[in-house]
């Protein structure tokens, strides 16, 4: 195995050409421990210290390593960390649901990712709605998302739910697979070929670790009970590691997913629901807010059944906490700027002081 199986491309080679010297030894991380992380150079895998920050360039950008970044590694220590192609973000944890409690920073999962795994189980798992923030977060971290529908073989014709996934995740690609037997496993060949990165995105207990299995063809990740009484599963998959297999592709495993924040807006609302961005050009108002206005076209796709209310509601709910978030980060970079200059004016009064 060597880098060029890992994924790396011309994206990066020129980031290496661009040096005037490589000082130390290129790898992938491969898995994050505390403040160490592991990489892989395609001869072997260790585990190496990782500073707080990681100057990459000579510009102010610095990036932590995260599972899919490659990285220079001297000493035992990375040392730089080169630009990413893509990285997966949410906001981080801890909101609760309160929309005034929008997290105030943002966690980067994975990087470099070519697709993205929604796993989601059909029992008490499957939520229409959730499937619909998985696809806003993907398609605003500009990644390919794909649809697995797991336990299949719960049911005996899945394929209803199949159908209604696709209705909601339009031109998306949509698979039943059944991870205890190995049904469907076959038709997710495609995307781990050589030097291509899945990630894995789902609630515990949907099956991303069964499904690494399956696909791998033996048992490598543990697997946990999920609970009669509440159908949430334990978090037995606790950190983010890259797995390699026959193929030559990379699955990135990430521990279970049961708050889905968004962090910002790069168009993934848009992206998610084409159907209501086509409804509203026919609105009678650029502006409409699909809730009051007169001559709304989205709300009359609702009355005549045209278009689920559920969806609306889910599309307006995630509109307004991105624009929530946007407000909040704006409101901070102004207040940033405030202090800036008020150190400035503190700095320059001294000054005279001195004089």
């Not at 210290?49 to 610095?62: W, Y």
């Not at 970044?69 to 630009?83: H, L, M, P, S």
């Not at 199949?162 to 690609?173: D, H, M, R, T, Y």
């Not at 890259?242 to 030559?248: D, H, N, T």
């Amino acid at each position: 195995m060597h880098l060029s199986t890992m994924g790396w491309d011309n994206f990066f080679e020129e980031q290496k050409q661009a040096l005037k010297k490589v000082n130390g030894r290129i790898a992938r991380v491969t898995g994050l421990q505390k403040n160490h992380v592991r990489i892989h150079d395609g001869e072997e895998e260790v585990v190496v210290k990782a500073r707080g920050r990681i100057v990459r360039g000579h510009g102010k950008n610095t990036l932590f390593p995260v599972p899919g970044d490659y990285v220079i590694e001297k000493g035992g220590v990375v040392t730089r960390v080169f630009a990413r192609k893509n990285q997966l973000v949410r906001g981080a944890a801890g909101r609760r649901g309160k929309l005034d409690a929008a997290p105030k920073a943002k966690q980067v999962i994975a990087s470099n990712i070519d697709t993205v795994f929604i796993v989601c189980g059909l029992d008490r798992d499957y939520n229409l709605r959730r499937i619909e923030r998985y696809l806003t977060l993907i398609y605003n971290s500009n990644m390919t998302p794909v649809v697995i529908l797991n336990k299949a073989d719960l049911h005996e014709d899945s394929e209803p739910f199949k159908a209604e996934v696709e209705e909601i995740a339009l031109g998306v690609p949509v698979h039943l697979i059944s991870s205890i037997d190995g049904d469907g496993v076959e038709a997710l060949e495609p995307y781990v070929t050589e030097g291509k990165t899945i990630c894995l995105m789902g609630s515990s207990g949907a099956g991303k670790s069964s499904l690494v299995n399956a696909i791998v063809g033996e048992e490598i990740r543990i697997v946990g009970e999920v609970s009669d009484f509440d159908g949430k599963g334990m978090h037995t998959t606790t950190t983010r590691d890259m797995i390699f297999l026959e193929s030559g592709g990379m699955i990135i495993d990430n521990p279970g997913i049961r708050e889905i924040s968004l962090s910002d807006e790069e168009g993934g609302v848009d992206d998610t629901f084409p159907d209501i961005t086509e409804l509203a050009a026919g609105c009678r108002f650029n502006d409409c807010t699909h809730q009051h206005e007169p001559e709304c076209n989205v709300m009359a796709a609702v009355e005549s059944g045209e278009l689920a209310a559920d969806r609306l509601i889910n599309y307006l709910k995630m509109r307004l906490e991105l624009t929530f978030v946007s407000s909040r980060e704006s409101k901070t970079a102004d207040r940033i700027e405030k202090e800036r200059w008020r150190d400035v004016a503190k700095f320059q009064k001294d000054a005279k002081t001195r004089t």
